[in-house]
């Protein structure tokens, strides 16, 4: 356990002094305050484990400070010390939960005593709280292991194999993965993550197309509470989770230029700072992050930090689309016909052959994603036990699942002006005849309407476009 951290709040200057020296002299890490409000002020900037306590104080009495110190921060022992052996107070100090009590004149060794006594029921507090994350963290993790797989036999598997247990050994260098939507960026950074020395830690995913940039820093970094309007309690960021683990960045593109500049010093300094604080933590974490936009024209274009590129590219996995490499296709729908007859409990004893067939000449530019939901739905939609091509819906209409604007005679064709017109409406129809017209590539598509690419997800989400 790290140093015990005592607060000591007394008006009395010979008695905080005597207290503070002996318990520096036995190694704790001393707080002194003589009046409640320096305390809070104390236990806002400091963690603290154990507070000493006077009961007769200027501003307040001490029973007032152990109800405030005992609602705000609960895991603090609290022990009281008191000029007068009043009972009622002793009984009230009891009841808001004070640990250990003490009149006045005591003796520096009765209070050691107590202590120490405080300090085991501290290290149980907080090897439960450890026990009980870990706990969480791994049954999440647990149970996306095994929903997890990486499946596929082409040589583009294997080598992308071969690359993650590479990188799995390399365990503090960054890794650029790309590919398009849906070939499994996230699958293969978690697989990076539990073949390497970090697996017993921490996997944190982060998507930086889902922040927005006013709150960026303190997601990434954390914040001290009260750093800025709205920030009532302190807040760890991305980087102290992972700590000793692995730290995804999802998106990579989509961070804003300001914190591009943060996160290189991070990753040279490995040392961050909550918003709102001057203290430095040191922290442990392997980057992987990930993007589908063409990153080159985006450096070019000024919106990302060739350095930062560079640092986050220092290993590079790109995975390539499906319809580049056919030959997983079959083992895939079987894997997914296999994992959807389970959860959704239908029985499926065959896949008709043509359903292989016409799935390898399907585009799938929505890759293993856009797959696995054909899948699902074929899964639901056969009742008979063999899987058929009438069931894979989106084969029949020859293409992929099509967004439709859903409004076919669309007021941009004929703007009149006198009468209103949905402007929403006109989005959705440009989205959709963008998305046609580049092969349902969302890339391309974000590049004609010259939106990013997360603006697009985003618009798409909201019209209910389901891309695939
Ligand atoms: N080789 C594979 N084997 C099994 N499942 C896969 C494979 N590749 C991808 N998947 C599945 O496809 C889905 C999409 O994968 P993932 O989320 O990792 O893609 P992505 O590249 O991160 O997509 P996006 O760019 O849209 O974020 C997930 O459900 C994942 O489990
Ligand atoms: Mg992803």
Redesign the pocket.
Known sequence: MNKLKILILDDSERIVFELKTFFQDLDYMVFESFIPSQAFEILDKNETDIMILDINLPEMNGLEVLKRVKSRFPDIEVIMITGHGDMEKVIEAMRAGVSDFFNKPFRLVDIQNAIERTRKFVELNQKLKTVQKHYELVSKELRNRV??????ESNA?KSLMAMMQKAAEADNTPVLIT??????????ARGIHYLSRRSSHYFYAANCSAIPSELFESELFGHEKGAFTGATEEKTGWFEAAHKGTLFL??IGDMPLLLQSKLLRVLEDKKIRRVGSNREIPVDVRILS?T?RNMEKHIQESQFRQDLYYRLNAFFIH?PPLRDRTE?IPL?LK?YANFYSGSLNKRIEKIAPEVVEKLKKHPFSG???EL?NMTEMAVILCDDGVLKEKHFTALKRGGDQVPQCSNSACPYYNISFENKFDLLQVEQYLICEALRRTGYNKTKTSELLNMSWSSLDRRMKKYGLRYL
């Not at 590919?179 to 293969?188: A, D, F, H, M, Q």
């Open positions: 929903e997890h797989q990486i499946v596929g598997v590919g398009e939507s849906g070939t499994g960026k996230e699958l293969v999802d998106e990930a589908n995975i997983d895939l894997y890759n293993v994603r696995k």
